[in-house]
């Protein structure tokens, strides 16, 4: 199973407006043809009743270690899975954005962001791991009614320590947006940042990246990491990828704007 990370250097790092990067055609068409056609099902990811219609633009998500033990999942999304849930893309990873991890991260690691027990998500547990991966096949339901967005402006949980998304847009998706947006403050970070979605005027768009089929959007967790999905209009069609992470049991990423523990705070 060829790595998403193949042939990527720091050269490819694009900083604006955080460092992040964003390759159009990742894999080969024959590997992304058969990630596509063999997406987990609606039922298989959520385990609902299909006679029953899903809330609208909702996500659900189903984690590498199901889909590595399911007996239906196909061997390309298991080997898929399997490097991409493994130490050696986390090694790919830390080495690709070397230049870029936060401080904190790096203290709250002990200085290394390297040379930790590694585990599963879902299998394992922070009691026999320092660092748990994910791969996992995520989706947004149809949208139903009027248009939305599934999740606007936010940061990812304070304890991750990377994000990436591999996009398997289905061949028949015709739906508007959807698109990811890459947001910047406007007069730096907000003290409370653990929201599930931020105040609309404290960001704007700085770049949008439109919702396509096999293509890679990672980056590295930091203060300035503030993304966002983009509205989508009424479609039957789901919108489907690959969430790939890895995470501490600190949550080590906390707002330069925030009260310092202790001090009081008036209203």
């Known amino acids: 199973m060829r790595s998403l990370l193949s042939n990527i250097t720091q050269s490819d790092i694009d900083l604006d407006p955080f460092p992040h990067v964003f390759v159009r055609d990742v894999l080969d068409e024959e590997t992304h043809?058969?990630?596509?056609?063999?997406?987990?099902?609606?039922?298989?990811?959520?385990?609902?009743?299909?006679?029953f219609s899903p809330r609208s633009n909702r996500r659900y998500q189903l984690s590498s270690w199901p889909i590595l033990i399911h007996p239906d999942m196909s061997e390309a999304w298991k080997a898929f899975v399997a490097h991409h849930a493994s130490p050696a893309f986390y090694a790919?990873?830390?080495?690709?954005?070397?230049?870029?991890?936060?401080?904190?991260?790096?203290?709250?690691?002990?200085?290394?962001?390297?040379?930790?027990?590694?585990?599963?998500?879902?299998?394992?547990?922070?009691?026999?791991?320092?660092?748990?991966?994910?791969a996992r096949a995520e989706i947004n339901t149809p949208v139903l009614d009027k248009p939305s967005s599934s999740r606007g402006a936010h940061l990812d949980m304070p304890n991750r320590i990377f994000s990436c998304l591999y996009y398997l847009r289905h061949p028949d998706d015709d739906a508007v947006g959807g698109e990811l947006e890459l947001f910047r403050w406007k007069n730096g970070p907000v003290p409370n940042i653990n929201v599930y979605e931020l105040p609309p005027d404290a960001v704007e768009v700085v770049k949008t990246i439109p919702y396509r089929a096999n293509q890679m959007v990672i980056f590295p967790q930091s203060i300035d990491a503030v993304h966002g999905v983009g509205i989508r209009h009424s479609t039957p069609h789901i919108r489907r990828y690959v969430f790939?992470?890895?995470?501490?049991?600190?949550?080590?990423?906390?707002?330069?704007?925030?009260?310092?523990?202790?001090r009081p705070t008036f209203a």
């Open 244 to 262: 790939i992470t890895a995470e501490i049991a600190d949550s080590w990423l906390v707002s330069p704007a925030a009260p310092a523990p202790g």
């Open 92 to 134: 790919e990873v830390v080495a690709l954005f070397r230049d870029h991890w936060p401080n904190a991260l790096r203290e709250a690691l002990g200085g290394d962001l390297m040379g930790h027990p590694m585990g599963l998500m879902l299998r394992d547990d922070f009691k026999k791991a320092r660092i748990l991966q994910d």
């Open 33 to 51: 043809r058969a990630l596509n056609d063999g997406f987990p099902s609606f039922a298989t990811i959520t385990g609902a009743d299909p006679r």
